[in-house]
């Protein structure tokens, strides 16, 4: 089992639909998620990133979270052509000194057309 | 714009050759990590330097080492270049410490291609 998996894709929306992002990881001792976005040939962008239980809302970005669950989300609300990229999911595990290190899943492609 | 600034951005090399990557941190970070991502998969975790040290390694041979400077720039070499290789590697920077959030700012990375 890999250590975060993320939906396969490509996942394809219209414009002005929602896009459902999703990612499960397998340590428990994970403390902290994160969503980046990346441009064919770009570097990640870090989109969010949430602690806790619960939903995270940042304009047209809301994280979901379930520790329980070990599942984390991400929705895009009025998806736009520019949100057509390749979404990573991230994790970091608590404690010792790896402040660098995520582990990322394979990523979804996420394609809006007009 | 992180501020994370790498290179060079593109380079050939050949199989057996050695290569020097390049990383200058945003200011005020103490932290930098290396990244490799190969095509169609998700980045790896190849070794994080703090305050000079290397301090985490993922699952990557002696091959792949490091430095970081004073200045907390970093480099990562690569002996014994292999096909699989062939990948972005990323440079990202964080602030070690208490003040960790565990954000990363990753650079716009160096694209290898081992023939």
């Known amino acids: 089992q890999k250590e975060v998996e993320q939906n396969s894709g490509p996942l394809s929306v219209p414009e002005g639909a929602i896009a459902s992002l999703n990612c499960t990881y397998s340590?428990?001792?994970?403390?902290?998620f994160f969503w980046y976005r990346q441009y064919s040939g770009k570097s990640p962008e870090l989109i969010m990133f949430?602690?806790?239980?619960g939903d995270k809302e940042d304009g047209r970005f809301t994280a979901q979270l379930n520790k329980a669950s070990q599942y984390v989300s991400l929705l895009i609300r009025d998806s736009q052509p520019s949100d057509s990229a390749t979404y990573l999911c991230?994790?970091?595990?608590?404690?010792?000194?790896?402040?660098?290190?995520?582990?990322f899943g394979q990523g979804t492609i996420l394609t809006v057309h007009p | 714009e992180t501020g994370v600034t790498q290179s060079p951005t593109h380079l050939i090399k050949t199989r057996g050759q050695q290569v020097t990557l390049r990383c200058s941190s945003q200011?005020?970070?103490?932290?930098v990590s290396w990244y490799q991502q190969a095509l169609g998969q998700g980045p790896q975790f190849i070794f994080q330097?703090?305050?000079?040290?290397?301090?985490g390694r993922g699952n990557f041979p002696p091959r792949f080492s490091g430095l970081q400077f004073p200045n907390y720039s970093s480099e990562l070499n690569v002996n014994a270049l292999e096909l699989d290789d062939s990948a972005l590697y990323l440079c990202?920077?964080?602030?070690?410490?208490?003040?960790?959030?565990?954000?990363?700012?990753f650079g716009e990375g160096s694209r290898l291609t081992v023939l």
């Open positions: 990202a920077s964080s602030t070690g410490g208490a003040q960790n959030t565990g954000e990363l700012f």
């Open positions: 949430i602690y806790s239980n």
């Open positions: 200011s005020g970070h103490n932290t």
């Open positions: 330097y703090y305050r000079e040290e290397e301090n």
């Open positions: 340590d428990r001792g994970s403390q902290s």
């Open positions: 991230a994790v970091r595990n608590a404690g010792g000194t790896s402040y660098g290190k995520l582990t």
